[in-house]
């Protein structure tokens, strides 16, 4: 267990984010509202170990995004703690922080809005290493810039053009290079390959599979496309409205999901093996998350429901088979676990 | 033999633009049949959104339709003056559109839609057609429907949006809809839901819909016939289980490779190199010549020289050299063991 | 070198572009840009190229005065737009005057876009209560019409600097008070962009490295909120050079001995009804040239950099 902590690079332990989304004063006033506020995420905990990947899925409104902004330190948490290689974020001040932030990077989702447009291609590249004081502005940085338009698979000569000059994934490729700019060991991937159509997705995802395995790289994968989840995580967490209800070894997720929304989930996948599968259609939709069912956020929409599950949130707990997973069914082992042909 | 109720024929669409003229639709041609559901799959450029807008006659300006044909129902509708290209639309052709958030009209009742779209196509009196909006809202599975049709869309969820968008394109009972990504802005679980329910309403309206969409698991759950686009060009068409698992075409192997699966256990994924070409740079002969594994195969440099057109290849057809010379359709066995030749020597 | 490789780059790729083609094709345009050339530069190397100088007491003989404009019967072929009451030429007191409305308008114009675009920057970026802040200081100081600010912030300065001291340093108080009623329509527009581009994933990506707010303003958000900027200004400078100019024509905006555009006009007022009309009318069509030329550029750069339109 000892040996194991060591290896840890990032540890979420119990993060909560909330955000004031009510009206302003005077129109609460007035119209006799109560202060709004939306739990983004309440209460996620998971650790990523050096070299893993480890993805987030869910869909629209479970927090996903949130968390990886959390874990980026563009937002802090409301609740909660942060720890990277030890060190706690919120803690950590100045100099201490800089250098931290050195050693971690983020790719975002929009290939267009991602790049400063007014800004060359070098320019855009070259800004972590001399934001962090790695390197000074001459010959050896526009080198190290050309290396790294390289190693992603465009030409050195491109340092001199503008976003506008390229396409959606040779933009993505850009902001890869703009991240290991910095050389970090750490990377927060927020669905970059949703933008992308699917020939420009393979060479993406193959492209990050390639440098993982070159610098050594950890990465926290945000998505909602379980397939290409599928290819690239070790690990997998699933989340619903601000929560992880499972999180397991990508394998033992796909071959056997414990959640019933993982295994609703699984079932929505668009069938494209023409097995012509049956599937249990998924009933409702995402709740509002403003006004989150009580107890365990799924019991809605849930075949499996019983009066403790309204009441009473769910735990993570271990399960002998791998992973944890948060469903009182699963505990109590009402559920029937399903084997999915791997 | 039944003729087919849309035919498209030698379809070129150009945008004049001051750098030139560019084709964004070049020659392409297929047919739909009576209920049937075609798909229309390719990457972003290929002009497949916009051969959509062409069929409804929905085109913007600059983009012009300059040459070919679009017969509905044995008439020919390309060339009609609007008035009779708005009869037709929503009366013969209904479309649903990517976004449901916009398609709809945030200032009236989703009742209000619906009723004057089925009184602008139907003779039907208010009350009549107010009836048939709520069974249409109930039939697309709206709970509730008979109180809900008064509601205003941002009252709706994204998936009930999109399924609101539905029932308004079944609402004066078109026999052909051309729908344009209509699962792309929903999350997976409602994905699920809508493309089950567009196969139900194909099967009992007996509809025929266009299916234009990225997502080829869409295509693979809903269609019955998927045409590939590339550049602009059709580069395969054929039945769907065919095109997904004996595809004949370079891009078609090389698109259906790309895609990851789950379960495919962390392979690597078949990669394109390159990327479509822009429409000011689009190769002279076959437009995927550039990026395609298999141009030394073909002798005389055909490849770079002479646009291939549609050709028989097994179940399918393919636009491609590599089929040249065939004819007749070939058995099963002798398909699969093709594909799979051609699937070993695309690119890892 | 490099940076030489990227000015000549930077040409081609402005010949190249959306904007120029709009402007080749736009005959209007191109004459009004060519008066409004023809305008700058006789005011800018007026005391150079200008016929005669109308501030050297010496040359100026009173015979001269009241000299009707060169091509009428009682003309002097050397006045070409004849002389004023001081035996002064037209002509050049106009070239002269025409230096000093620009001067004051281009000044007063950049300072307010300097002023205006650091308190719409920060008002967006920062937002909350210093938002807030800003925009009612905005919105307060909009509901006085731009004279009457100008009006009292000169009138404040005569007050406190004294009547002696003030005709020197008269033309900063009045770049000062038409930068200052003419600051807000940046910050506005400023603050409007800066509110879209703060939440793009570039903003995010440079607090992600770690860049300090300011330096993500500037360097960051600030080229991408400068287009709709240079229309205003452009549209600016003609509304600053008419401030100047009724300023002066009221009598408390330049100084007589540096006398703009508005000057001359209210100086030949008062002759123009004992017939001698030229000395008040050639001076008011240069400046109704002067501002109609930088107002078709202005319109016509809102609709060529608007790119919903093209």
């Given amino acids: 267990m000892n040996q194991k902590k060591s290896n840890i690079l990032l540890d979420v332990r119990d993060v909560a984010k909330e955000f004031d989304v009510s009206k302003p004063w005077l129109n609460r006033i007035i119209e006799r509202q109560d202060k709004q506020i939306l739990k983004a995420v309440d209460g996620v905990s998971f650790t990523i170990n050096r070299g893993e990947t480890l993805s987030l899925v869910g869909e629209s409104g479970c927090g996903k995004s949130t968390v990886a902004r959390l874990v980026c330190g563009l937002y802090t948490p409301s609740r909660g703690s942060i720890h990277f290689d030890g060190v706690d974020m919120a803690e950590a001040e100045g100099d201490t922080l800089r250098k931290l932030r050195a050693r971690f990077q983020m790719i975002f989702q929009d290939p267009y809005a991602s790049l400063n447009q007014r800004w060359r291609v070098g320019k855009i590249i070259a800004e972590p290493i001399l934001v962090h004081g790695l390197g000074k502005p001459g010959s050896a940085l526009n080198k190290r810039v050309g290396e790294l338009l390289t190693q992603v698979g465009l030409s050195p000569l491109d340092a001199e053009k503008f976003p506008h000059e390229f396409s959606g994934g040779q933009r993505q490729r850009v902001s890869i290079a703009r991240a290991l700019s910095s050389n970090p060991e750490f990377l927060v991937c927020d669905e970059p390959t949703s933008a992308l159509d699917v020939s420009v997705q393979a060479q993406i995802l193959n492209l990050m599979k390639d440098l993982q395995r070159e610098f050594g790289l950890t990465y926290l994968f945000i998505s909602h496309n379980l397939a290409v989840v599928s290819h690239i995580s070790n690990r997998v967490g699933v989340m619903y409205l601000g929560r992880l209800v499972e999180v397991a070894d990508t394998n033992r997720i796909f071959t056997m999901p414990l959640h019933p929304y993982t295994q609703m989930l699984q079932s929505a996948i668009p069938d494209l093996k023409m097995t012509g599968k049956q599937r249990t259609p998924v009933a409702g939709e995402v709740p509002n998350p403003l006004t989150p069912p009580t107890g365990c956020a799924f019991h809605p929409r849930c075949p499996h429901a019983n009066e403790r599950c309204k009441r009473e949130r769910p735990e993570m707990i271990d399960h002998p088979e791998g992973g944890q997973v948060a469903c009182h069914g699963v505990e109590e082992k009402r559920i029937n676990m399903i084997k999915l042909a791997a | 033999m039944n003729p087919p109720l849309l035919q498209v024929k030698n379809l070129r669409i150009e945008f004049p633009t001051r750098r030139g003229i560019l084709v964004a639709v070049d020659d392409i041609s297929f047919d739909i049949a009576a209920g049937e559901v075609l798909g229309v799959v390719g990457e972003s450029g290929a002009g497949k959104s916009l051969t959509g807008a062409a069929v409804i006659g929905l085109l913007e300006p600059p983009g012009r339709i300059a040459g070919g044909e679009i017969i509905f129902n044995g008439k020919r509708i390309d060339n009609l003056p609007f008035e009779e290209i708005r009869k037709i639309r929503g009366r013969e052709i209904g479309a649903i559109f990517q976004d449901p958030l916009t398609s709809l009209n945030p200032l009236y009742t989703i009742g209000r839609q619906i009723t004057e779209t089925i009184e602008t196509h139907l003779a039907l009196t208010h009350a009549q057609a107010r009836t048939r909006a709520i069974e249409l809202l109930n039939e697309v599975g709206i709970p509730a429907a008979d109180k809900r049709i008064d509601h205003y869309p941002h009252q709706f969820s994204g998936g009930m949006r999109q399924r609101v968008v539905i029932s308004l394109a079944l609402a004066a009972n078109p026999k052909l809809i051309i729908a344009d990504e209509p699962t792309t802005a929903l999350d997976v679980s409602i994905q699920a839901q809508i493309i089950t329910l567009l196969k139900k309403l194909g099967r009992e309206h007996g509809t025929a819909v266009m299916l234009v969409t990225h997502d080829m698991g869409v295509i693979a759950e809903t269609a019955d016939r998927v045409a590939v686009m590339y550049a602009g060009r059709i580069a395969e068409i054929g039945p769907v289980a065919d095109v997904i698992h004996h595809p004949q075409h370079p891009y078609t192997i090389g698109l259906m490779g790309a895609i990851p699966n789950v379960g495919d256990n962390n392979e690597r994924l078949a990669q394109i190199d390159g990327s479509m070409p822009r429409l000011t740079a689009i190769p002279a002969g076959c437009a995927f010549n550039p990026r395609c594994t298999r141009r030394a195969d073909v002798p005389n440099q055909r490849c770079t020289t002479e646009r291939p057109g549609l050709l028989p290849a097994g179940m399918t057809q393919a636009a491609c050299w590599l089929h040249a010379g065939q004819s007749g359709k070939r058995s099963e066995a002798e398909n699969e063991k093709k594909s799979d030749e051609n699937r070993k020597m695309v690119s890892v | 070198m490099a940076a030489l490789i990227n000015v000549v780059d930077s040409f081609r790729r402005f010949f190249d572009g959306d904007v120029w083609y709009s402007f080749k094709r736009n005959p209007l345009v191109i004459v009004a840009t060519v008066a409004a050339l023809i305008g700058i530069l006789g005011a800018a190397f007026a005391p150079w190229i200008a016929p005669h100088n109308p501030f050297d007491l010496k040359t100026l003989n009173l015979l001269d005065a009241f000299s009707p404009p060169a091509w009428s019967e009682l003309g002097k072929p050397q006045f070409w737009l004849g002389t004023d009451d001081q035996g002064r030429d037209v002509l050049s007191t106009i070239m002269h005057g025409s230096r000093v409305s620009l001067v004051v308008g281009i000044c007063a114009v950049f300072l307010s876009m300097v002023v205006g675009i650091t308190l719409g920057l920060i008002s967006g970026y920062v937002g ?74 570039y903003v995010q990506a440079a607090q992600v490295i770690g860049r300090r707010s300011l330096a993500i303003m500037f360097s960051h958000v600030l080229p991408n909120v400068m287009g709709p900027v240079f229309v205003l200004a452009t549209l600016h400078v003609g509304t600053a050079i008419i401030t100047e100019a009724t300023l002066s024509f009221l009598g408390v905006g330049v100084p007589p001995t540096q006398p703009s555009l508005g000057t001359l006009i209210r100086v030949g007022n008062d002759f123009l009804f004992s017939g001698e009309w030229w000395i008040t009318v050639f001076p008011g069509l240069a400046l109704v040239f002067l501002v109609l030329s930088i107002n078709i550029i202005g319109d016509w750069l809102r609709d060529a950099l608007n790119p919903k339109l093209r």
């Fill in chain 3, 128 to 201: 909350g209560s210093v938002d807030a802040f800003i925009m009612r200081v905005a919105d307060i100081q909009l509901s006085f019409p731009a004279i009457l600010i100008a009006l009292l912030i000169d009138g404040v300065a005569r007050a406190v600097i004294g009547k002696e001291h003030h005709d020197q340093v008269a033309v900063y108080v009045l770049i000062f008070a038409i930068a200052a009623s003419g600051w807000v329509q940046y910050a506005r527009t400023v603050r409007g962009s800066t509110l879209v581009e703060r939440n793009k994933e």
